[in-house]
């Protein structure tokens, strides 16, 4: 089974401040996105990444950087936190292998970490 | 008009109901669809995947495609108490080894109640 593992459930971080979410995937995957996840609005894209130290922005990039150093793992970041940031963040990765028929538009999800900044 | 449209509800049905899900698109390029099952506060997992138009079934759960219409559909039969989450659809126009993009419905939150 694909795992997706993010390193915080839950932050709590106040306005100003360097925030860093961690993503891990485990099944050696060159795709991985960010999104937040807001009531009313669904999910929203930030950033992805094709490959390492490759990424491109999503439709809402305000705000955030991301990071990929290694293929396993993809950060992003909040440079300096504000309060319209507090939000539900998502990572997911996907193959990119053409042998995976189908398999190739699935994305794999994290568990979320919940932010909120104070 | 937006590209994908779901109800959002809330949906709240008895145990045992039929549930109906839908969601309606407006790009005709769509041809890979799936339902994705969010429990709160968890992330999202794949729930059903159909390629183009027709019917799949996984136990208690059927998906339905109808790409003349521009609607794809999932059902859940018997539904129990576990069932209530928020089910997001999300569709894709290629399955290109560097397409990346997933066009997600808003999500349905459906209860079921015992």
């Known amino acids: 089974d694909v795992k997706v593992t993010q390193s915080s459930r839950y932050l709590v971080k106040r306005t100003g401040e360097k925030v860093f979410l961690e993503c891990v995937q485990d099944?050696?995957?060159?795709?991985m996105f960010w999104y937040r996840q807001d009531p009313g609005l669904g999910l929203r894209l930030i950033y992805f990444?094709?490959?390492?130290?490759?990424?491109e922005k999503g439709d809402i990039p305000e705000g955030y950087s991301v990071s990929r150093e290694k293929k396993e793992r993809f950060s992003l970041i909040l440079e300096s936190a504000s309060t319209n940031q507090t939000s539900m963040y998502l990572c997911?990765?996907?193959?990119?292998?053409?042998?995976?028929?189908?398999?190739?538009?699935?994305?794999?999800f994290g568990a979320g970490t919940r932010l909120s900044v104070l | 008009q937006k590209e994908v449209e779901q109800d959002p509800g809330p949906l709240s049905v008895p145990e045992g109901a039929i549930v109906s899900l839908n969601c309606t698109y407006s790009?005709?390029?769509?041809?890979?669809f799936m339902w994705y099952r969010q429990y709160s506060r968890k992330g999202p997992e794949l729930l059903m995947y159909?390629?183009?138009?027709g019917n799949k079934e996984d136990g208690r759960f059927t998906a339905q495609v109808d790409k003349s219409s521009k609607y794809i559909s999932l059902f859940i039969r018997d539904s129990q108490p576990s069932d209530s989450a928020t089910y997001l659809c999300?569709?894709?126009?290629?399955?290109?080894?560097?397409?990346?993009?997933?066009?997600f419905g808003k999500g349905t939150k459906l209860s079921v109640i015992p």
């Open positions: 997911a990765s996907k193959t990119r292998d053409r042998r995976a028929t189908l398999a190739k538009n699935i994305q794999y």
């Open positions: 099944m050696d995957h060159e795709n």
């Open positions: 990444s094709y490959d390492v130290k490759m990424k």
């Open positions: 790009n005709s390029a769509f041809q890979y």
């Open positions: 159909t390629y183009s138009s």
């Open positions: 999300a569709m894709s126009a290629n399955s290109g080894a560097g397409s990346y993009q997933l066009t």
